[in-house]
């Protein structure tokens, strides 16, 4: 369910998110979840889960860069029409439990929504820190927990069950009935769905939320626990939750993370 899943979003919406002349939505997005900009690294990284290439196309335009992205789904086949030439860019199918590299291979690892969708977060997580170079960064950003649970989450032991044309076909109607919401403003709490004014980033973003098989949240305790399993330090807590980054540097014990937002 969650190749074909993702496989089938990212090979019908290959270019939605991609930045271009007027629009830099994935460069920023990036620059809030893994508190860098592109600019500012250097080495080998690694995107662990990249999708259709939106955050390879950021980094790999830093020109001290390697960037290696990997995805279990046929998403890699859209990422590979999209960055997959660059001389800097390497696209390997592969899955997050099981990665193939090498151990201290990376100056920088990152994961943008995607271990929330993974059977089990933080052993795919605990995975990845290994492939770090000492001193090396982890970042990742995942689902928030929130107190009350939306309806979405009634909503999806239904739809993840679904073809996912079915899925994509109720997520096209929701785009349209997003527009009642300024006449009904119950509206997105007994439907909710994607908000974003661009109708097919709207399509996009209400589909992967109601496909995807898993789908985990956490709280940032949760999240900053597995970082001091992970040995790593300087945790930070980034301005858009839940974003976490730490540095590798042994199995040292932690002080309290700082916390950015």
């Known amino acids: 369910m969650y190749v074909r899943s993702f496989s ?12 271009d002349e007027v629009t ?3 460069r920023e997005a990036f620059i809030q979840k893994v508190g860098m900009r592109p600019e500012e690294i250097e080495g080998v990284i690694l995107e662990a889960g990249c999708g259709m290439g939106r955050f390879l196309d950021v980094v790999s335009r830093a020109a001290n860069t390697a960037a290696i992205g990997f995805d279990l789904s046929l998403s890699v086949e859209a990422a590979y029409a999209n960055v997959g030439l660059r001389p800097n860019v390497h696209i390997v199918q592969a899955d997050i439990m099981q990665p193939p590299f090498r151990k201290a291979t990376f100056n920088l690892i990152y994961s943008i929504g995607v271990l929330h969708h993974a059977s089990n977060p933080r052993d795919a997580f605990l995975k990845l820190v290994p492939l770090l170079k000492e001193s090396g960064r982890i970042a990742i950003w995942v689902y928030r927990k929130y107190r009350r649970a939306p309806l979405s989450d009634f909503y999806r032991k239904f739809t993840t069950r679904m073809p996912w044309s079915a899925v994509l076909s109720i997520s096209k109607l929701l785009s349209k009935l997003y527009w009642l919401q300024g006449k009904w403003r119950y509206l997105l709490v007994l439907i909710p769905m994607s908000t974003l004014p661009d109708s097919e980033r709207r399509i996009l973003d209400t589909f992967d939320w109601y496909s995807p098989k898993y789908q985990f949240k956490f709280t940032n ?18 301005s858009n939750p839940i974003s976490v980054r730490g540095k590798f540097a042994g199995n040292h014990l932690l002080g309290p993370p700082r916390n950015l937002a």
């Open 221 to 238: 305790d949760e999240i900053i626990a597995w970082f001091r399993e992970a040995g790593l330090q300087e945790v930070e807590l980034l």
């Open 8 to 19: 089938a979003e990212w090979n019908i919406f290959p270019k939605t998110q991609l930045d």
């Open 24 to 26: 830099e939505y994935s």
